[in-house]
């Protein structure tokens, strides 16, 4: 129970900071996500390296802030079309990769790229569209969107965990999560259709219920896949937690890797479906 309590305690300052950099915007969000992003990728390295998995320490949080900085919906748009700098920046982080392990290759190089390419693309890729949500299509309506997936997520966390603590007997994916059961994601996504529901038909006005149900299955399944995936990662590299920093959660990439997935699947169900 203590644990719990500490778990929830630190959920609720975490949403209410999120929500409170959210509302004030894009030069609030920006050194948030930046520390963010150096804390996740801390993270990481910290446990490629204790699977003796070298990684380029200096370019990841280098290419990791430019990535964050160029997603930035406020800078100028490229001078081309069909582009973005988000595309610049990792282009030039894997070209940089490549040439650097040519100009000075050591022991397992493609394992050196790979590990390193894969946390650019994990922790800063993702966040990025966090700035890019919050400013769809503008900074009024953007904010409305953004809430959606952080109230949906939480939504689907809080009933998949109680539901999967009163009613679970299935496991979900025992070889990646023993603890995740099939009766916990039916009750986090009914926990997050009814709150998406509730917000689009009676707050917002924007969504029918169909409409909710389908937003629903997407970002509770995007939440879960967030979890999933990062749980296979801890797996592959022998870890229980990303880190230590958040009491209850374990680091900073055990609590935003629902979101991860969320807030991107968010972003591109509004320019596809909706046409944002």
């Known amino acids: 129970m ?51 998995i070298d990684v380029r320490r200096g370019s990841l949080v280098v290419f990791g802030v430019a990535l964050i900085i160029a997603s930035l919906p406020q800078l100028p748009a490229p001078p081309w079309e069909g582009g973005s700098w988000r595309e610049v920046v990792l282009t030039a982080a894997v070209g940089y990769l490549l040439v650097v392990e040519v100009i000075r290759p050591g022991e397992r190089p493609l394992e050196r790229v790979v590990y390193s390419a894969f946390g650019l693309l994990y922790i800063p890729w993702l966040l990025g569209y966090f700035l890019m949500l919050r400013y769809l299509p503008d900074g009024q309506l953007g904010l409305i969107h953004f809430a959606l997936p952080l109230l949906a997520t939480f939504a689907a966390d809080i009933g998949a965990f109680f539901g ?21 994601a039916v009750t986090g996504l009914l926990s997050s259709f009814l709150v998406i529901m509730a917000v689009t038909e009676f707050v917002l006005h924007i969504w029918t219920p169909m409409e909710a149900l389908l937003y629903a299955i997407l970002v509770a399944s995007a939440s879960q896949l967030g979890d999933l995936a990062e749980s296979l990662l801890k797996r592959a590299l022998k870890t229980k937690d990303s880190g230590t920093s958040l009491p209850g959660h374990g680091g900073f990439l055990d609590r935003i890797d629902s979101l991860l997935f969320a807030v991107p699947a968010t972003y591109l169900y509004l320019t596809i479906s909706v046409g944002l």
């Open 2 to 52: 203590e644990s719990l309590k500490t778990r929830v305690i630190t959920a609720l300052v975490g949403f209410i900071i999120l929500c409170a950099l959210v509302a004030v915007g894009w030069w609030a969000m920006l050194p948030a996500l930046l520390l963010v992003t150096v804390m996740c990728l801390f993270e990481y390295i910290r446990m490629v390296d204790q699977n003796d």
């Open 164 to 184: 999967g603590y009163l009613f679970g007997r299935r496991k979900l994916a025992p070889e990646v999560s023993p603890a995740k059961t099939v009766e916990g």
